[in-house]
């Protein structure tokens, strides 16, 4: 973490908040999460904890220390393991994703379970999860987001088909944070909240420290073709997937006039990459799909 004042006002008042905490509720462990937890701060963060008991009680609720907003979230010690057992095995199939609808009804408990750090008196705070489960949470998390990003895709071709191109701009910038997210997951950053993504986006380079980097200016009228201002989104998402799911396959050739224009977009589940459109799913082997990734990102530099 970079010590602000802001951050360590915030630490000193999380640790208070936990003595007490644990004072009341013997037996329990006090969790920070969220942005705070990950270093991140501005002049009127709140404080979020978890209260982790051993049979549900009442919520504690909210209060104010030092002019600092405390909001705290009780949670049995049961609901906690099934938020683990989550996180135990990224196992989403193309033909069966409830397990996928599950994980992302709770994306932001396991977001809460990626940040926790367990608050105690030692010098720093214990991450909650081994690293095996971090690591599964980064699968779920970048899956979450290229799933967002083909909703959007989708969205986009309709309303560039409908002519209706100041719609259109307004999901493109969308698209271009969710794009953001995916990288900064990818990097091994917990999903947090979009106004985050310039710090997270810098976290391994300092001096790079801006904006949410734009995408091209779309042309709509064109947006049903082969359209190179779509393939920077095509080659970043492949990127980011690829960053977590590397493949040392040779190159094979793969169906470029099919598979390459508007709206296809990767995914990479349990049992495989597959482009979609819509819902249109093509599955490829690993060698077709560093095809495509490579036929992406040669058309992003055009």
Request: proline content about 7%; overall charge negative.
């Amino acid at each position: 973490m970079t010590s602000t004042p802001w951050l360590d006002t915030r630490l000193r008042v999380a640790e208070h908040a936990a003595a007490a905490l644990s004072d009341q509720y013997v037996g329990a462990d006090v969790w920070l999460v969220g942005a705070l937890a990950e270093g991140l701060a501005h002049q009127n963060s709140d404080v979020d904890l978890l209260l982790i008991t051993k049979k549900p009680v009442p919520g504690p609720g909210s209060c104010l220390i030092d002019g600092v907003r405390i909001d705290v979230r009780a949670v049995s010690q049961s609901a906690v393991h099934e938020w683990r057992a989550l996180l135990d095995a990224f196992t989403v199939t193309r033909d069966d994703i409830e397990t996928f609808r599950t994980v992302r009804a709770r994306l932001s408990d396991l977001t809460h379970l990626r940040t926790a750090r367990l608050l105690s008196t030692a010098p720093a705070p214990a991450k909650v999860l081994a690293p095996g489960q971090r690591a599964t949470y980064q699968r779920w998390a970048l899956a979450d987001r290229c799933e967002v990003a083909a909703s959007l895709a989708e969205d986009l071709l309709g309303l560039a088909q409908a002519g209706l191109y100041p719609h259109a701009d307004l999901v493109w910038d969308q698209l271009a944070r969710v794009v953001a997210q995916s990288e900064t997951v990818a990097a091994g950053a917990p999903l947090l909240g979009e106004k985050w993504l310039p710090s997270l986006l810098s976290r391994d380079d300092a001096d790079r420290f801006g904006p949410v980097p734009a995408l091209p200016e779309p042309r709509w009228q064109s947006a049903a073709a082969h359209s190179p201002f779509f393939a920077a989104v095509q080659a970043r998402l492949a990127d980011a997937l690829l960053a977590l799911w590397p493949t040392e396959a040779e190159p094979e050739p793969v169906d470029e006039a099919g598979l390459g224009g508007f709206g296809w977009l990767p995914q990479r589940y349990s049992d495989g990459w597959f482009l979609r459109r819509g819902d249109v799913r093509v599955p490829l082997a690993d060698g077709r799909m560093r095809a495509w990734q490579q036929s992406a990102a040669k058309r992003a530099r055009t």
